[in-house]
């Protein structure tokens, strides 16, 4: 902000009439300072650097260098300069692309003073917030007074298609991490508007992640420590919102606050996320050292799947940082394991029996099967998979040949899949 203490903004649209329009709003706005116009996004870039403004009023469609690209580059060197996207079209791809790119919010035109002005007061405040843990001297690799001198391991558990166990995973595989010697466990809930981690695990409190929200300004060790609720398993979970109008409320910078006070205060942090490119799930991703990437045999999985492993690439994660399991391996799907390896040209890290009796009774007892059957085959998958990700050996258990090919190889462990169905997934 200058030294006014007004919001400075610069506005970029290739429309000399659409610039105009929003400085005419703007001009209602005692809180706001236009410090420059670009008419193109080359332009906008080059006006960015050199003035650094607080906020870029950014539209998305433009000739040569779009709102896409010049925000990519904007947010990559500017980290106290936030973009608010415009745009004729309200499409989901066009929201998509733009927070990939490093967007804050998203403007459909036209809008109203008030709309205007309120997308900036937000953005700002955001910004704000998030420059004061910055400049406090806490980060991801700055240890925190009186805490472990080794930070945290985060994995998170995603997926772009519903029904694909995402939920069951991550709280079976904190329980496993849990009963794997002595380290500390943090689950935490980041599907905030409909987490099903309480459920699974059969845990009810008043505390939720929404308790950050209301005392963000102070937040510290005490209140993280005070608002994870303990399991009998020994993991410290901490839950999404009971209402989802609340959970609206938890924001990316909020998380990545109780990111950085967990990863100084446990040995592994599993994260359940949703289906979703959303700001808190992006930010839960950027900062995990492993993405369990979880898919089913199912073509719509799959092809979610690959979707997201393009997104992956364009969001310049290490391919190393993304670990592909198949859950329900073994069901009669028509497709093999080795169809789906093929298919999206990636080597698959796990792949986790078809146990329906299990899992559903797990679910509804509130009774992770880790504790309740520890010895059933799809108990030990999952023990292997967290031994993986914590960066043991494992020892392959294979799982009966089931309806889809899969068959173990006595001679190398590994278990090999017939030929079967070519996949084409667009």
Same mark, same amino acid.
């Given at each position: 902000?200058?030294?006014?203490?007004?919001?400075?903004?610069?506005?970029?649209?290739?429309?000399?009439?659409?610039?105009?329009?929003?400085?005419?709003?703007?001009?209602?706005?005692?809180?706001?300072?236009?410090?420059?116009?670009?008419?193109?996004?080359?332009?906008?870039?080059?006006?960015?650097?050199?003035?650094?403004?607080?906020?870029?009023?950014?539209?998305?469609?433009?000739?040569?260098?779009?709102?896409?690209?010049?925000?990519?580059?904007?947010?990559?060197?500017?980290?106290?300069?936030?973009?608010?996207?415009?745009?004729?079209?309200?499409?989901?791809?066009?929201?998509?692309?733009?927070?990939?790119?490093?967007?804050?919010?998203?403007?459909?035109?036209?809008?109203?003073?008030?709309?205007?002005?309120?997308?900036?007061?937000?953005?700002?405040?955001?910004?704000?917030?998030?420059?004061?843990?910055?400049?406090?001297?806490?980060?991801?690799?700055?240890?925190?007074?009186?805490?472990?001198?080794?930070?945290?391991?985060?994995?998170?558990?995603?997926?772009?298609?519903?029904?694909?166990?995402?939920?069951?995973?991550?709280?079976?595989?904190?329980?496993?991490?849990?009963?794997?010697?002595?380290?500390?466990?943090?689950?935490?809930?980041?599907?905030?508007?409909?987490?099903?981690?309480?459920?699974?695990?059969?845990?009810?409190?008043?505390?939720?992640?929404?308790?950050?929200?209301?005392?963000?300004?102070?937040?510290?060790?005490?209140?993280?420590?005070?608002?994870?609720?303990?399991?009998?398993?020994?993991?410290?979970?901490?839950?999404?919102?009971?209402?989802?109008?609340?959970?609206?409320?938890?924001?990316?910078?909020?998380?990545?606050?109780?990111?950085?006070?967990?990863?100084?205060?446990?040995?592994?942090?599993?994260?359940?996320?949703?289906?979703?490119?959303?700001?808190?799930?992006?930010?839960?991703?950027?900062?995990?050292?492993?993405?369990?990437?979880?898919?089913?045999?199912?073509?719509?999985?799959?092809?979610?799947?690959?979707?997201?492993?393009?997104?992956?690439?364009?969001?310049?994660?290490?391919?190393?940082?993304?670990?592909?399991?198949?859950?329900? $391996? /073994?069901?009669? *799907? =028509?497709?093999? #394991?080795?169809? !789906? +390896? &093929?298919?999206?040209?990636?080597?698959? @890290? %796990?792949?986790?029996?078809?146990?329906?009796?299990?899992?559903?009774?797990?679910?509804?007892?509130?009774?992770?099967?880790?504790?309740?059957?520890?010895?059933?085959?799809?108990?030990?998958?999952?023990?292997?998979? $967290? /031994?993986?990700? *914590? =960066?043991?050996? #494992?020892?392959? !258990? +294979? &799982?009966?040949?089931?309806?889809?090919? @899969? %068959?173990?190889?006595?001679?190398?462990?590994?278990?090999?899949?017939?030929?079967?169905?070519?996949?084409?997934?667009?």
């Amino acid at each position: 902000m200058s030294g006014s203490g007004k919001i400075r903004v610069l506005i970029v649209d290739d429309v000399h009439e659409a610039r105009d329009n929003v400085a005419k709003l703007l001009r209602f706005e005692p809180g706001v300072e236009i410090v420059g116009m670009a008419d193109g996004g080359q332009e906008g870039i080059d006006l960015a650097f050199q003035l650094e403004p607080d906020i870029v009023l950014m539209d998305i469609n433009m000739p040569e260098v779009d709102g896409i690209a010049a925000t990519t580059l904007i947010s990559g060197r500017l980290p106290n300069t936030s973009v608010i996207m415009m745009s004729v079209q309200n499409e989901p791809d066009y929201l998509r692309r733009s927070m990939l790119a490093g967007a804050r919010e998203f403007l459909c035109k036209p809008f109203s003073l008030e709309e205007l002005a309120e997308s900036i007061r937000h953005v700002n405040q955001l910004a704000q917030a998030n420059r004061r843990v910055v400049v406090s001297g806490v980060d991801h690799n700055s240890p925190i007074p009186g805490s472990r001198k080794r930070r945290a391991k985060v994995f998170s558990i995603y997926g772009l298609k519903g029904g694909i166990g995402r939920s069951t995973i991550a709280a079976n595989l904190a329980v496993a991490l849990r009963q794997q010697g002595d380290r500390e466990v943090a689950l935490l809930d980041g599907n905030l508007l409909y987490g099903d981690i309480g459920v699974m695990l059969n845990v009810t409190d008043n505390k939720t992640i929404a308790d950050v929200v209301r005392n963000f300004q102070t937040l510290d060790r005490d209140l993280i420590t005070d608002i994870l609720v303990s399991h009998s398993s020994g993991v410290k979970v901490l839950l999404a919102p009971s209402d989802p109008q609340v959970g609206e409320q938890v924001h990316a910078e909020h998380i990545e606050l109780v990111l950085q006070h967990l990863l100084t205060m446990v040995d592994y942090v599993v994260v359940d996320t949703r289906p979703s490119f959303d700001e808190v799930t992006l930010s839960l991703l950027d900062h995990s050292d492993q993405i369990v990437l979880v898919l089913s045999l199912e073509l719509t999985a799959i092809k979610a799947a690959k979707q997201y492993l393009e997104v992956g690439d364009l969001l310049g994660y290490d391919s190393d940082k993304v670990s592909l399991v198949v859950n329900r $391996a /073994t069901a009669p *799907a =028509g497709i093999t #394991v080795a169809d !789906v +390896e &093929a298919s999206l040209k990636r080597q698959i @890290a %796990a792949k986790l029996v078809d146990d329906p009796i299990l899992t559903l009774k797990a679910i509804n007892e509130g009774v992770p099967f880790m504790q309740s059957a520890p010895l059933a085959q799809l108990s030990q998958e999952i023990g292997q998979l $967290a /031994t993986f990700l *914590a =960066g043991g050996q #494992v020892e392959v !258990v +294979e &799982a009966a040949a089931g309806a889809n090919g @899969a %068959a173990a190889s006595p001679a190398s462990g590994r278990r090999w899949m017939k030929p079967g169905l070519k996949l084409k997934v667009g």
